[in-house]
């Protein structure tokens, strides 16, 4: 990632020598905008609002200070104050998916190496037996990682209190909404004390977010990444008849040789279905949905991470957060419903700084919804084609010129046409 606000380094930020060290060791050479803005604020134990998606370096700007504060406690501890027992927490962050989860806390567990295990953190989440959990948990913890349901089972069977959290982060607050957590969040905050610091990160800001914050945040520093800030991410579309999806997406496939390939589409069943169809075309490809078990789950996403698998056809439970390096290209082969799930799912290119791409193959049916998402997201992409793939003239005229939903053309022609746009993706598409 490439700062663009004024170079500073983390020594800068009031980070102390373990954690220094540790960076150093990551080969983290600056802060990244959103922890240049934002570290020394929560370090000072301000609320914060941050519009930042993952990618951003947004794990770190809340788990960097959460460690030294927690680490400044207990040398406190250490000289005759209190120190904390029972089934206690100190640093609570909430997150909407398991994989979200276990990354954070693996992230989290990285940075604090060179505190010598004084520091605890545990990740709870659903899909697996409780029961690990409530070990994990026993004698309480410094920092849980947690999605809610799976908290509130927890703090149900009393394996963990909430009356002692002195940092609540909610970690891609809009998709926590989004995925009906509403619900779950309310009985969880009423458990917390009045007196913490909240931390709130979510790439949008819908309507239901803003009341979120207005109503728990206290006078919060608010940041929010300029686009030039976020990635080196570029934005395609391509056109394509109704029915020429998947051969299209194969042809890419094939002409690019995509070192690694995150597909989406909207049903779980359809990952298996274009999985079929890609093997029946000479490609191979995994699926991750979520009615695989939480070891297959796994499983298929270290394989990915690791480079064993080379495409990955996944529903929007891969969207958010999942912080897989370099991804080159990510594509959505059917449009994501919501426009702000369209910016969950393109963040996982262009990560970290590096170039990405994200392109939608959209056929008539996708077109109105693509207007919204881009109205929604304020983008505007030209519509281009691929040579060989010319979506039909009859079709093609009502598209470059539509700004209503289409009406389902009658017939379709095979009168193929290349104009320029498609020529230009072409070249594009092999050079880049
Ligand atoms: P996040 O947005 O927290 O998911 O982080 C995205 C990726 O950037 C992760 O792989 C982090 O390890 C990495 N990262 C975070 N901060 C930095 C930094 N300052 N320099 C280099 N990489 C970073």
Same mark, same amino acid.
């Given at each position: ?11 800068a930020l009031?980070?102390?020598q373990?954690l ?6 990551l080969q983290y ?7 240049t803005q ?9 609320d914060?609002?941050a ?15 959460i460690l030294q504060?927690i ?5 406190l501890?250490n000289?005759?104050?209190?120190s904390?027992?029972?089934?206690? &927490?100190?640093?609570?962050?909430? #997150?909407p ?7 954070? =806390?693996d992230? +989290? /567990?990285?940075?604090?190496v ?6 605890k ?11 690990t959990?409530?070990?994990?948990l026993?004698?309480?913890t410094d920092?849980?990682?947690a999605?809610?349901?799976r908290?509130l089972?927890?703090?149900s069977?009393?394996a963990i209190?909430?009356d ?6 909610l970690?891609?607050?809009?998709r ?5 957590f509403t ?5 969880l905050?009423?458990l917390?004390p ?5 931390l709130?990160?979510s790439?949008t ?9 207005q ?6 520093v ?6 030039s800030?976020?990635?080196?991410? &570029?934005?395609?579309?391509?056109? #394509?008849?109704?029915?020429e999806?998947?051969?299209l997406? =194969?042809h890419? +496939? /094939?002409q ?5 390939a995150?597909?989406?589409v909207?049903?779980?069943?359809s ?6 169809k ?6 191979s ?6 009615d695989k078990?939480q ?7 270290e ?5 064993n698998i080379?495409?990955l ?5 891969a969207a958010r ?15 994501p419903?919501?426009?702000?799930d369209y ?15 994200a392109l939608s193959?959209?056929d008539?049916?996708d ?5 919204v998402?881009e ?5 505007r992409l ?13 079709i093609?005229d ?9 009406a ?8 193929k046409r ?8 072409d ?5 880049s």
């Amino acid at each position: 990632m490439i700062p663009t606000t004024t170079p500073t380094n983390f020594a800068a930020l009031g980070l102390i020598q373990p954690l220094l060290v540790r960076l150093t060791e990551l080969q983290y050479q600056q802060p990244t905008p959103i922890q240049t803005q934002a570290i020394p604020s929560v370090l000072a134990g301000r609320d914060l609002i941050a519009g930042a998606n993952t990618g951003s370096g947004k794990t770190a700007t809340f788990a960097l200070p959460i460690l030294q504060k927690i680490h400044a406690e207990k040398s406190l501890a250490n000289n005759g104050s209190k120190s904390s027992k029972g089934n206690y &927490v100190a640093g609570l962050i909430l #997150v909407p998916t398991r994989e979200l989860a276990k990354q954070v =806390a693996d992230n +989290i /567990k990285s940075y604090a190496v060179h505190f010598n295990g004084e520091i605890k953190t545990v990740a709870v989440f659903g899909g697996v037996s409780a029961n690990t959990q409530m070990l994990a948990l026993r004698g309480g913890t410094d920092i849980l990682v947690a999605t809610p349901g799976r908290l509130l089972d927890l703090i149900s069977s009393n394996a963990i209190k909430l009356d002692r959290v002195k940092t609540l982060v909610l970690d891609e607050a809009d998709r926590m909404l989004s995925l009906g957590f509403t619900d779950e969040l309310s009985a969880l905050l009423v458990l917390l004390p009045k007196k913490k610091q909240i931390l709130l990160f979510s790439a949008t800001f819908p309507e239901q977010v803003q009341t979120l914050t207005q109503e728990l945040l206290n006078n919060p520093v608010e940041i929010q990444l300029q686009s030039s800030d976020v990635s080196t991410l &570029v934005q395609r579309v391509f056109t #394509v008849n109704k029915g020429e999806k998947t051969a299209l997406l =194969a042809h890419l +496939i /094939k002409q690019h040789q995509w070192r690694q390939a995150l597909i989406f589409v909207n049903a779980k069943n359809s990952c298996k279905h274009l999985a079929e169809k890609l093997s029946k075309r000479g490609i191979s490809a995994e699926v991750f949905h979520g009615d695989k078990g939480q070891g297959a789950r796994s499983r298929v996403l270290e394989a990915f991470k690791a480079g064993n698998i080379e495409v990955l056809i996944a529903t929007d439970i891969a969207a958010r957060g999942l912080d897989i390096e370099k991804l080159p290209v990510v594509i959505n082969f059917d449009l994501p419903r919501s426009p702000s799930d369209y910016m969950h799912r393109i963040g996982r290119s262009g990560r970290a700084g590096e170039v990405g791409l994200a392109l939608s193959l959209i056929d008539y049916e996708d077109y109105h919804h693509f207007q919204v998402i881009e109205k929604k997201n304020k983008i505007r992409l030209e519509r281009e084609q691929v040579i060989g793939f010319e979506v039909d003239d009859v079709i093609n005229d009502a598209l470059l010129n539509a700004n209503k939903p289409m009406a389902k053309p009658e017939g379709s022609g095979k009168k193929k046409r290349k104009n320029k746009t498609s020529v230009n993706a072409d070249i594009w598409l092999r050079n880049s």
